[in-house]
């Protein structure tokens, strides 16, 4: 810790003024977007690696250079430390962006490309690397739709490679590793934005497969099969549903077009049709539409086994479709658990405090089904409020409705809610009467007796430690 310390406050990205200019004019065009990367940077960027970094920085400066993506794989981006990465310099920007892209994968967290510096001869000399998620959300935006999940958060995590004019090699000039969010595990960080990617014979092979009448998931539980599990790919289903589909609606939109105009023989459409990857990209507007269940979990169940077990498969092909399932049933339980963990819904109820905790104790899809407890609960007004030795009693009503009443009963040593709705004890969410009871005693914190197990978003560690600690096994022996 104290040589991370050190190595931050040594290197530190430069300024405008030590640059050589006097940061008012220094600035080039800034926000103009690049691929992924954008420009707002300073002009006259030059400077020695010895007025920042010492003497010392030369020594072995054979052994410490990255050249390739090769040699990336012989470094161990778990046990390197900041001072070892600041000793590092490389070939060019995209080998140091891929650099600081696994690391980041191999620690929980997804960056991207940011500034870019050039000279007085619009030479790049400068760029920074910084986390997924920096920078804060805009407030002041209005959606009739569900926003997404917060997932600025303001994480000021970053690396700033310069260019070193003697050598034509990047150095890491700036190097922040100090997080003020939780990193994921390593089965939920290849799922973020950041580290996913499908190359260009994937989507060949993706896009030949729907001809010959090859269903999305099909095509996807074979991509996963080849890969050995869906935790070895580079993306989700979700991914190869958008690529998929953004594919045949450019075929369809472009065979719509010919016909109408009557240009199906003409050759010049043609050729101009077989060089489509050579276009500007399109934004097109597509229709989406969401499932259901009809009855029970169970059916539910049924359902998806009916996608891979058969009457007509014996033992083995049962065994092995039925792990095939499995696979699938992980894979949709690791992304929810993406989805719980990366980014904070937007804040909408009267109530922050409370709906704040509720989104960090409850998964998301149950948060979502408590968030309209809170609405509700603004109708409620307590009428009355009874005391007892073990528990206090309130007795709710609605303001349109005040003949129709609930009770709802605290027990102090306890802490715990009861109300005549039973709702908490037949869904396991917090009703709008519990609530309103939770906003008359000013708390701003739901009680750990209004969150299930099963519906926190430490149910699954828990498990984990439980099977782990091997008191969830099976003997054989005991049973013979």
Request: hydrophobic share 35%.
């Amino acid at each position: 810790m104290e040589e991370e310390s050190v190595a931050d406050e040594c290197y530190r990205p430069l300024s405008a003024e030590e640059e050589g200019g006097d940061g008012s004019d220094a600035f080039g065009p800034g926000g103009d977007e690049f691929g992924d990367e954008f420009e707002d940077g300073e002009l006259g960027v030059e400077s020695d690696a010895e007025d920042n970094f010492g003497d010392s920085f030369f020594d072995k400066w054979e052994e410490r250079a990255v050249d390739s993506i090769a040699e990336l794989g012989c470094i161990n981006f778990k046990e390197i430390t900041a001072k070892e990465i600041l000793m590092c310099h490389f070939l060019d920007r995209s080998v140091a962006f891929l650099f600081y892209s696994l690391y980041a994968k191999m620690n929980g967290f997804a960056v991207r490309k940011n500034k870019i510096w050039r000279n007085v001869r619009n030479e790049v000399t400068q760029q920074e690397f910084g986390f997924r998620g920096m920078g804060s959300v805009n407030d002041g935006m209005q959606r009739k739709r569900e926003p997404k999940a917060e997932t600025r958060c303001g994480c000021e995590v970053e690396m700033c490679v310069h260019v070193h004019f003697e050598s034509g090699r990047w150095i890491i000039s700036y190097f922040q590793d100090v997080h003020n969010h939780k990193l994921l595990d390593d089965r939920l960080t290849f799922m973020l934005s950041g580290h996913r990617k499908m190359d260009a014979a994937t989507l060949e092979q993706m896009n030949m497969m729907p001809r010959d009448g090859i269903k999305t998931p099909q095509i996807y539980s074979s991509f996963v099969q080849t890969a050995r599990g869906f935790q070895n790919l580079s993306f989700l289903k979700r991914d190869m549903y958008n690529q998929i589909g953004k594919y045949w609606r450019l075929i369809d939109h472009w065979h719509y077009m010919v016909d109408a105009l009557g240009l199906s023989d003409n050759q010049w459409v043609s050729d101009l049709y077989s060089r489509r990857r050579m276009w500007a990209t399109a934004h097109i507007r597509g229709n989406f539409f969401g499932g259901f269940r009809t009855m029970s979990r169970c059916e539910g169940l049924h359902s998806m086994l009916g996608k891979f077990v058969q009457s007509r498969h014996n033992l083995r092909d049962f065994v092995e479709q039925f792990m095939r399932c499995i696979s699938q049933m992980r894979s949709r339980e690791a992304h929810s658990d993406l989805l719980s963990m990366v980014g904070e819904p937007v804040l909408q109820s009267p109530f922050h405090d409370l709906e704040r905790s509720a989104a960090k104790k409850l998964t998301r899809a149950i948060f979502f089904n408590f968030r309209p407890m809170l609405f509700r609960a603004c109708t409620l007004k307590v009428r009355t409020h009874t005391w007892s030795q073990t528990s206090d009693t309130f007795t709710l009503s609605r303001s349109a409705n005040a003949r129709r009443e609930w009770q709802v009963c605290h027990y102090g040593d306890s802490n715990n809610f009861k109300c005549s709705c039973l709702r908490m004890e037949s869904l396991g969410i917090p009703c709008d009467p519990i609530v309103a009871v939770l906003v008359h005693l000013e708390m701003t914190d739901i009680p750990d007796s209004l969150v299930l197990d099963h519906w926190s978003k430490s149910a699954r560690s828990k498990v984990r430690a439980f099977v782990e600690k091997g008191l969830f096994c099976w003997d054989i022996s005991a049973n013979i």
